[in-house]
């Protein structure tokens, strides 16, 4: 049975992702690609290793996937990609038509839809993935947070990837292809680990590990206690690296 659609946050993705200079990098499969916040400061975004293979960080998400995997903003699809092959079932959505078709081009299974649209086996994904800054969807990451718990099933886990350092910042934020062309402006968040770890727990998720895999941060997060069973409920949990 499909869970009714979630709220939708008071910002969401969508239109600014199909905007020519990201819908072009992911088609050329290179940058240069950033993100422009308003006072001009550039986040470059790693294109060309999106559209790449998996390397030692993925293969650490990919190692702790279990059961129906969910990739939100699976981008052009390495991830669910890399799953099929090892015969994993996973889903994998994205708000940008260019993203999906090079997903399937891939080998992947994928959505044009935003997270907070509704989706497939809601309560009933195993594993969901937010990696490569995609804890920045919608500019609200509690909002994000919440959403990917409702659709988790009984003792599903979410894996995330943090922003290096300490950042806690939303922000409204354009794509820039580096020669003039610039999306329209949209919401954006970036979280450290322990600003990632702070919203999950104000989520109702509780952390299960952290760790360091080439140069990324990421944790993996369980639903709280209200949705476990006893024996998920007593299991130790915490940090490590």
């Known amino acids: 049975m499909t869970a009714p659609a ?16 990201y819908a072009v990098a992911l088609r050329a499969g290179r940058g240069p690609l950033f993100l422009r916040r308003t006072d001009g400061w550039l986040l470059p975004l790693d294109v ?15 190692a702790r996937c279990r059961g129906a995997v969910l990739d939100i903003g699976c981008g052009p699809g390495r991830l669910v990609a890399a799953l099929a092959e090892r015969g ?16 399937v081009r891939r080998g992947g299974t994928a959505l044009c ?18 990696i490569d800054g995609n804890i920045g969807i919608g500019g609200d990451p509690r909002a994000l947070l919440e959403r990917t718990a409702e ?18 910042e939303r922000c409204e934020v354009r794509l ?11 919401p954006w968040a ?20 952290s760790w360091t895999a080439a140069g990324r941060q990421f944790a993996e997060l369980g639903l709280g206690t209200q949705r476990e069973s006893p ?3 007593a299991a130790p949990s915490g940090a490590s690296s």
Request: proline content about 10%; charged content about 25%; some cysteine.
């Open 48 to 62: 060309e290793r999106w559209c790449a293979g998996t390397d030692a960080g993925d293969e650490s998400v990919l």
């Open 190 to 209: 970036r979280l450290g680990l322990p600003a990632l770890l702070r919203h999950a727990e104000a989520a109702g998720l509780r952390t299960v590990d």
């Open 231 to 233: 024996a998920q409920a």
């Open 88 to 103: 994993r079932p996973a889903l994998g959505i994205d708000v940008t038509p260019a993203a999906v078709a090079r997903t």
């Open 176 to 186: 820039d292809d580096g020669r003039g062309g610039l999306g329209t402006p949209f």
């Open 151 to 168: 659709l988790l099933a009984r003792g599903g886990r979410l894996v995330a990837e943090a922003a290096p350092g300490e950042v806690d």
């Open 113 to 130: 839809r935003s997270v907070f649209d509704p989706l497939p086996g809601e309560r009933r994904w195993n594993t969901a993935l937010l």
């Open 6 to 21: 979630a709220p939708r946050p008071r910002t969401s993705p969508g239109p600014a992702w199909r905007a020519d200079p």
